[in-house]
């Protein structure tokens, strides 16, 4: 039984769960689900920037959690929290970069909800 605690104290450890790419053109609606803790896709390529990106966050998880997009430090779109089990929908301006995807609540950025955006010329 020991490999069965072992396997499952592996699985809670700090490793990243498999994070899943999705690609879209400039244009094309991007769906998130947010969960305890981790944001799926955790990784969005959009291609054909600059792009007005529509994302909606699916809170599929049991507490409040919110997305943000991050250009380095400074915060250029995103939404608020809001409770388990909504969803909701904005609408973001990139140019091409790399951004990153968080959730401001708590510490869930710290936990895994944090992702990448890239957009491609
Ligand atoms: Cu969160």
């Known amino acids: 039984m020991l490999w069965v ?3 499952a104290l592996a699985g809670c450890g700090g490793d990243d769960p498999p994070t899943r ?4 053109g ?3 609606p991007v769906r ?16 054909g920037g600059p792009a007005r990106l529509r994302v909606t966050l699916d809170n599929q998880g049991d507490l409040a959690h ?3 997009v991050l250009d380095g430090d400074a915060e250029i779109g995103g939404l608020s929290s809001f409770p ?8 973001v301006a990139v140019e091409p970069g790399r951004y990153r995807l968080v959730c401001t609540v708590a ?15």
């Open 66 to 68: 919110n997305i943000k």
């Open 32 to 47: 998130v689900s947010g969960s305890e803790y981790t944001f799926d896709p955790g990784r969005i390529i959009v291609a």
């Open 84 to 91: 388990a089990g909504e969803e909701r929908t904005t609408t």
């Open 107 to 121: 510490d869930h950025e710290e936990l895994g909800m944090e992702g990448e955006l890239e957009v491609r010329p």
């Open 5 to 7: 605690v072992l396997a």
């Open 26 to 28: 400039a244009g094309e």
């Open 21 to 24: 790419t999705v690609r879209v």
